[in-house]
């Protein structure tokens, strides 16, 4: 899923940004949600610190309540977040030379006074195309609406039982796709593998492997169960390596 993060407290503004993020994302068939804060408070930390999918900020550089380059600061080195972009918005242009030099790896730097609606959308433009060629993904259509889940996201996938449809288990919720085990293994790559009749594992969340109580641990802290006798020294080999 794709998460906006707007921090701005000027709230005409605020809502202005909202609405050219819901034009851009009227022409996309993608899952995508909006956060909006007014300031940088323990919300903000949490949603920076949370395991909800990819994240674009956009962050008003000076507010009451704290500096977007500290947040950006805080998303890189406290958060150890360096995947997420990150858009500085300001209408003071000398902090432009401040926020490119402090090596946090900003997407971009807009100015509010200067055709801002329209560098916005760029912007958004080229975070699409950051998000579609840098992350592996898992795409379907359910419900008339397009998902798309991040490999590094999915923890395992199982059948469904008495359906033909399978559950996604992922890092930040459960997702019902419309498709067999078989037609998803087609589509998976070899970081992915069949564990039991009815799961499919992904070995990059593979935390610990208990051989002797037959248990995978993820490492989000979740378990499973279920491995069949004839996967047993497979997934111990994939593992180890």
């Not at 956060?35 to 000076?62: A, M």
């Not at 030099?101 to 100015?111: E, K, V």
């Amino acid at each position: 899923m794709l998460n906006f993060i707007l921090c701005e407290d000027d709230l005409i503004f605020r809502d202005e940004v909202v609405k050219q993020i819901e034009n851009f994302m009227m022409k996309i068939d993608l899952d995508y949600k909006i956060h909006v804060f007014s300031n940088y408070d323990k919300r903000f930390e949490r949603i920076v610190t949370s395991d909800i999918g990819f994240k674009i900020f956009f962050l008003d550089i000076k507010t009451k309540y704290g500096s977007g380059l500290d947040a950006a600061r805080y998303i890189r080195e406290e958060a150890d977040d360096w995947v997420s972009l990150i858009i500085v918005i300001t209408a003071f242009s000398e902090y432009r030379y401040e926020a490119l030099t402090n090596r946090l790896f900003l997407l971009d730097f807009i100015n509010k006074l200067d055709n801002c609606k329209k560098k916005i959308q760029e912007d958004l433009k080229i975070a699409l195309k950051h998000y579609f060629n840098r992350f592996r993904s898992l795409k379907y259509q359910y419900n008339y609406t397009v998902y798309k889940i991040e490999y590094r996201h999915i923890l395992y996938i199982e059948k469904e039982p008495d359906s033909k449809r399978c559950i996604i288990h992922t890092t930040y919720g459960d997702f019902k796709i419309p498709k067999t085990l078989i037609e998803l293994e087609k589509l998976l790559d070899d970081r992915f593998l069949k564990v039991y009749r009815s799961i499919i594992v992904n070995l990059d969340m593979i935390r610990m492997y208990d051989e002797k109580n037959n248990f995978i641990f993820f490492d989000n802290g979740e378990k499973l169960t279920s491995v069949s006798r004839n996967c047993k020294k497979r997934l111990i080999q994939k593992v180890e390596k």
